[in-house]
């Protein structure tokens, strides 16, 4: 095995030095997880970053420029946008296809007008961030690879990277928190299949001091991007249950049929963190070929760490594991609060007029109109409810549902004083009620 450089320490030794007039790099996808990465690296070898989004209706920041994949299909949209860039990394792409955001306009069409772009302007160099795996596993690694091969026939200075599954020991986002999430359980680990399938991981530090390296060098066609070697699933799960510090050896299997079908029912919802193509890379397995870690070494002066010395170079933390364990905690307290809000909804749309009425008598409210009250608070129950489970901007339904918690806690509070002592405390669980709110607004930001 090699003796890697550690994923945090990237040698510095072959990084251009910084001049008074940095070279200009723009990084398409910007916002993804994996491109704060690639921003970090190539800010730390003296490029000057400008950011490709999509636009999303504000003004532009002066590091920002338009990149809107779905939109700009012909080479003349990114004129503008590549106006003083002296090269291009692309780091966009999806996982599921929605709406405009297809696998053919997003990994294909786009980035193909982009890079005739490049040809055509005098950008010098393009870097493609690929996906390692197997065409025949689906649509997202053929669209990949179909761009890779039209890149490599321009006249144009340009590489492909194609790495196996990456992590990062200071975040996660979609399988990787899965996985996390699923080393992390208490007890027993959990793991899909039998735990034996293959990955060569690789550390998103590692993946962008070598998008970096590319950026400015000469390297040309397509690199697979992994570890020293493999790991089998079930090792690379207990490497991060020990980084995270949880006692248990053990490990809980379940059935593939089982996994497979939990995939399907939420590639058909459009929701979940793994679709059908990234199982299928999973059970294939998702190794490089057995030179390319030297070939990388040799080409890029860096290769990258194996998964225990990535992660020893940076010590886990209690927020690590907060991250990890509260993965399937979050979405089961979603559910919780929309089936709390429709029976509330139920409660106000099926209590008795009379009832409602003799539960204010004497008080305030029975000059409110309780029952037209009670059906419209129903009312406005189901409708955050619904909102919320469909994913309608959760933030503003958790918001609003907190809001009219505290105005029921405080009017029925002081109007119906009595209701506080209410044995089976109807009033007094909004006191939990409301911090459970404030994490599931907390918890509902995932990027």
Partial sequence: MDDPAPARAPRTDAAPPHSASPRTVLVVGANGFLAGYLIAALRRHGWRVLRGIRDGGRALREDERPADLARMTSPQDWRETLRGVDAVVNAAGILRETGAQTFQAIHVDGPLALARACAD????????????????????????HRFDDELLKLPLSAVALRPSVVYAASGSYGGTSLLRALAAFPGRQLLPGD??????????EDLGEIAARAAGGAQSGVYEIGGPAPLSLREYQSTWRRWLRIDGRGAVFFPEALVSLQVAIGERLGRGPVGETMWR????GNIARADAHARVRADFGHAPAALADALAATPSQVQDRWQAQLYFLAPTLRLAIVALWLISAAAGWLTPAATIEAMVAGSPLAAWQPVALARITGALDAALALGLLIGWRPRAMLGLMGISVLAYTLAFGALL????LDPLGGLAKNLVV???????????DRR
């Fill in 121 to 144: 302007c005098g950008v010098p160099r393009f870097v493609q961030l690929s996906a390692l795996g197997e065409p025949a596993d689906g649509e997202f690694i053929a669209s990949k």
């Fill in 195 to 204: 735990g034996r399938w293959p990955l060569q991981p690789v550390a998103a």
């Fill in 281 to 284: 890379m999973l059970r294939r």
């Fill in 417 to 420: 004083p009595a209701q506080w």
């Fill in 434 to 444: 409301l911090p459970a709110l404030a994490v599931a607004w907390v918890l509902a």
